[in-house]
T-cell receptor, first 112, second 115 residues
Framework: GDSVTQMEGPVTLSEEAFLTINCTYTATGYPSLFWYVQYPGEGLQLLLKATKADDKGSNKGFEATYRKETTSFHLEKGSVQVSDSAVYFCALSDRRGDKIIFGKGTRLHILP | DAGVIQSPRHEVTEMGQEVTLRCKPISGHDYLFWYRQTMMRGLELLIYFNNNVPIDDSGMPEDRFSAKMPNASFSTLKIQPSEPRDSAVYFC?????????????FGQGTRLTVV
């Protein structure tokens, strides 16, 4: 079945460092891909998405590019802030489009 | 809209007791999802509804779990009897339309502790 694999955390970086969180997926066909973020004590919220190959999703300085050839959707940010500390989830929605399948999440700690 | 509303926010119960978690989706949304989050297994989809009809309950761990959606504005997830291994954060989410094209909105979750 469809699945998402993302790098395990926690990831600890200093403020202004470059961030990459790796994500790969397995799916039949061409799913839509998402990154969701979960701040402490809250539910998940959409960070960015891409619906077809080579699309780049971006929001709040974060970017991810839909790479069909490598089945990847890595999350990047050029300069992280303490406020970016959260858990990040990579996810996909299959072609039927009825449900979202999430990776296990990557906890990110940013040190001042 | 106030967003997806879940209640209670925290629930502590004794093993063997019945637990009912509640969810009010965003008005107008036609899909509703129940997820369970644990450190070991991450975020697992338990069941989802479309227009109040259960579509896929293959993620429900066992017969102790049941979910209903009697109308478009309310859903429940029930565990009877509860066990310590059910301790987790349970999230409800809703969407308008299919998830491949739209954002899922999550509630703040119910943290369940079974002792």
């Amino acid at each position: 079945g469809d699945s998402v694999t993302q790098m395990e955390g926690p990831v600890t970086l200093s403020e202004e460092a470059f961030l990459t969180i790796n994500c790969t997926y397995t799916a039949t066909g061409y799913p839509s891909l998402f990154w969701y973020v979960q701040y402490p004590g809250e539910g998940l919220q959409l960070l960015l998405k891409a619906t077809k190959a080579d699309d780049k999703g971006s929001n709040k300085g974060f970017e991810a590019t839909y790479r069909k050839e490598t089945t990847s959707f890595h999350l990047e940010k050029g300069s992280v802030q303490v406020s970016d500390s959260a858990v990040y989830f990579c996810a996909l929605s299959d072609r039927r489009g009825d449900k979202i399948i999430f990776g296990k999440g990557t906890r990110l700690h940013i040190l001042p | 809209d106030a967003g997806v509303i879940q209640s209670p926010r925290h629930e502590v119960t004794e093993m063997g007791q019945e637990v009912t978690l509640r969810c009010k989706p965003i008005s107008g949304h036609d899909y509703l999802f129940w997820y369970r989050q644990t450190m070991m297994r991450g975020l697992e989809l338990l069941i989802y509804f479309n227009n109040n009809v259960p579509i896929d309950d293959s993620g429900m761990p066992e017969d102790r779990f049941s979910a209903k959606m009697p109308n478009a504005s309310f859903s429940t997830l029930k565990i009877q009897p509860s066990e310590p291994r059910d301790s987790a954060v349970y999230f409800c989410a809703s969407t308008y339309g299919q998830t491949m094209n739209t954002e899922a909105f999550f509630g703040q979750g119910t943290r369940l502790t079974v002792v």
